[in-house]
């Protein structure tokens, strides 16, 4: 039994544009700015990612948007994710693949923030690792990780992901421990 297909696009489709199929899957937030040599409104698209839709329904606050984001950011300095990248100057050494001062200052980061949440092997700290650091969906996250042999469902994961955002406030500073408690 043969699927539908899909109409190619042709000479006059506005490439600029994201296809319907694209539109329909949301998560699409369009923002407009102005080109600062041209001073001509620009239209940009992006998609929103798990912790700018959970900021725009109100379901986590600014600061642990914040420490989410924070997190990420450490993670993908750190050079956790183990994606090999190919080094536009090549110098060569002894053999020894050396981290920079950088990268070890944020492996420490890092670690400290998965102790805060109770270890990698934690439902938090696996959270943090796999949906901020590697960035995987929450639903990939849930149906790759669960604990006892059951199943992790949206909502528990949400609230996995809620708790692990509401320490990592509370650890990297963002929120106050009379707030947080």
């Not at 539109?23 to 239209?43: R, Y």
Request: charged letters at 20%; hydrophobic letters at 40%; one cysteine or more.
């Amino acid at each position: 039994m043969a699927g539908k297909r899909k109409a190619k696009r042709t000479q006059g489709d506005d490439l600029s544009r994201p296809t319907p199929w694209r539109l329909q899957h949301g998560g699409f937030d369009p923002s407009h700015d102005t080109d600062p040599d041209t001073g001509t409104v620009v239209l940009h698209r992006r998609a929103v990612d798990t912790l700018g839709l959970m900021l725009a329904n109100g379901t986590i606050t600014p600061a642990m948007h914040d420490a989410g984001v924070l997190f990420r950011s450490l993670f993908r300095t750190s050079a956790l994710d183990g994606m090999p990248t190919s080094q536009l100057l090549r110098v060569s050494t002894a053999g020894t693949d050396a981290i920079s001062a950088r990268q070890a200052d944020a492996r420490h980061r890092v670690a400290e923030a998965l102790d805060a949440l109770g270890g990698p092997a934690s439902p938090a700290g696996s959270c943090a690792w796999f949906v901020l650091g590697l960035e995987f969906s929450l639903r990939m996250w849930a149906t790759r990780r669960a604990w006892g042999g059951k199943p992790i469902h949206g909502p528990m994961a949400q609230g996995v992901l809620v708790a692990t955002l509401g320490t990592l406030a509370m650890h990297f500073g963002l929120v106050p421990r009379s707030q947080a408690a």
